[in-house]
């Protein structure tokens, strides 16, 4: 049974007590103006108004950027691979060896002379020559069994005219009449004309250049990548001086003519 008397506000007759009312208001009033000196939140309030500064305050100093690291170095390493070593100079000294067993002295003079002598004292000398400047170089025969096939930088064959006509004087150099590689045959008769003429003083002898120099038998044996060139030094017989006499001249020449195109000097 729900007793509805215990939930129940009592009823009581409090009597007005008008003498009262002004003292309570003037109560009330002392304790806002208390509580407005002591509440914690007003005051902070207060203080937190009375600490607003009247500057900006100075920008937070933000944190340095990042160095940019320098990249950690390597040591600088040589490649493993050695570059190949460049092909030799192959000189061959004219009608020198034997083929077949026979001996070849190339033109002979009345006197006996030998073309071969010539040959094979400048050859010599313009191989000495170029191994002193540190080339790699090789002395060949007429018919040298290192010939087929060869490959060089360079190959220049070395010999001489005959003694005949008495009064004939002059060098010539000529190339394969069907070069392989003509623009650099061509540049390397250049620099050996230009060199020797220049070195030993004597003119072109242009006409004299046979079949026998433009189909010689040495262009067609070696590698036909090699550039190749065969050179006719002087005249037995009107440039004897120049060949017997000062054949070192003569050999300076041949390899100035060979340093030219080596360097890519203009001719
Ligand atoms: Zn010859």
């Given at each position: 049974?729900?007793?509805?008397?215990?939930?129940?506000?009592?009823?009581?007759?409090?009597?007005?007590?008008?003498?009262?009312?002004?003292?309570?208001?003037?109560?009330?009033?002392?304790?806002a103006?208390?509580?407005?000196?002591?509440?914690?939140?007003?005051?902070?309030?207060?203080?937190?108004?009375?600490?607003?500064?009247?500057?900006?305050?100075?920008?937070?100093?933000?944190?340095?950027?990042?160095?940019?690291?320098?990249?950690?170095?390597?040591?600088?390493?040589?490649?493993?691979?050695?570059?190949?070593?460049?092909?030799?100079?192959?000189?061959?000294?004219?009608?020198?060896?034997?083929?077949n067993?026979?001996?070849?002295?190339?033109?002979?003079?009345?006197?006996?002379?030998?073309?071969?002598?010539?040959?094979?004292?400048?050859?010599?000398?313009?191989?000495?020559?170029?191994?002193?400047?540190?080339?790699?170089?090789?002395?060949?025969?007429e018919?040298?069994?290192?010939?087929?096939?060869?490959?060089?930088?360079?190959?220049?064959?070395?010999?001489?005219?005959?003694?005949?006509?008495?009064?004939?004087?002059?060098?010539?150099?000529?190339?394969?009449?069907?070069?392989?590689?003509?623009?650099?045959?061509?540049?390397?008769?250049?620099?050996?004309?230009s060199?020797?003429?220049?070195?030993?003083g004597?003119?072109?002898?242009?006409?004299?250049?046979?079949?026998?120099?433009?189909?010689?038998?040495?262009?067609?044996?070696?590698?036909?990548?090699?550039?190749?060139?065969?050179?006719?030094?002087?005249?037995?017989?009107?440039?004897?001086?120049?060949?017997?006499?000062?054949?070192?001249?003569?050999?300076?020449?041949?390899?100035?003519g060979?340093?030219?195109?080596?360097?890519?000097?203009?001719?």
């Open positions: 049974m729900r007793d509805a008397s215990s939930h129940a506000r009592p009823q009581r007759n409090i009597p007005a007590a008008p003498t009262s009312a002004p003292r309570f208001l003037a109560l009330v009033i002392l304790l103006a208390l509580g407005a000196l002591t509440h914690p939140l007003w005051g902070s309030t207060r203080s937190a108004a009375q600490n607003t500064p009247t500057e900006p305050s100075p920008v937070p100093s933000l944190p340095p950027p990042p160095q940019e690291t320098s990249l950690p170095s390597y040591p600088i390493t040589t490649p493993t691979t050695t570059p190949p070593a460049p092909l030799p100079i192959g000189i061959v000294a004219g009608h020198s060896g034997e083929q067993g026979i001996r070849d002295p190339g033109a002979i003079c009345p006197d006996g002379w030998e073309e071969v002598e010539i040959n094979l004292d400048i050859a010599q000398r313009v191989v000495d020559f170029l191994r002193l400047l540190g080339y790699d170089v090789d002395l060949l025969g018919y040298d069994d290192n010939l087929q096939g060869y490959r060089g930088r360079v190959l220049v064959s070395i010999h001489a005219d005959s003694c005949t006509p008495p009064e004939a004087s002059g060098f010539k150099v000529a190339h394969a009449e069907d070069s392989a590689i003509p623009e650099e045959e061509d540049y390397l008769v250049a620099c050996l004309t060199r020797y003429q220049a070195r030993t004597l003119s072109f002898h242009r006409w004299s250049i046979t079949p026998d120099m433009t189909e010689y038998h040495i262009f067609y044996t070696i590698d036909r990548g090699t550039p190749a060139v065969i050179i006719e030094v002087g005249f037995m017989g009107g440039d004897r001086d120049l060949l017997r006499d000062h054949p070192d001249v003569v050999a300076r020449g041949v390899a100035e060979i340093l030219c195109f080596i360097r890519g000097e203009t001719p």
